[in-house]
């Protein structure tokens, strides 16, 4: 089993920025590709941001140069960088990893970031 362990939402003003945290533990060399997936009200899931093992990332088109993420492997947790934050990134922040076997993938708990003046 895995376990992830989010940190870091809260509420930020209209051009701010936080930085998100998961923490991976458990058989950390089951899972790969990590990622964040964020879900507004109303609207579906939708891929944030993803990093393979080379180190290429990929992003959603709304959050390129304004999003970050990256990985510290010795503490087992990856990041997302999240600058010039608008009203329009409101919504709960999931981490996700890809797992070879059941159960394929791996969800932190969820963080609410909310952006307002």
């Known amino acids: 089993q895995v376990q992830l362990v989010e940190s870091g939402g809260g509420l930020v003003q209209p051009g701010g920025s936080l930085r998100l945290s998961c923490a991976a533990s458990?058989?950390?060399?089951?899972?790969?590709?990590p990622g964040w997936y964020r879900q507004a009200p109303g609207k579906q899931r939708e891929l944030v941001a993803v990093?393979?093992?080379?180190?290429?990332?990929h992003y959603v088109d709304s959050v390129k140069g304004r999003f970050t993420i990256s990985r510290d492997n010795a503490k087992n947790t990856v990041y997302l960088q999240m600058n010039s934050l608008k009203p329009e990134d409101t919504a709960v922040y999931s981490c996700?990893?890809?797992?070879?076997?059941?159960?394929?993938?791996?969800w932190g708990q969820g963080t609410q970031i909310t952006v307002s003046s």
């Open positions: 458990g058989r950390i060399g089951s899972i790969y590709l």
């Open positions: 990093m393979d093992s080379s180190g290429f990332t």
């Open positions: 996700h990893y890809s797992c070879s076997f059941y159960p394929y993938d791996y």
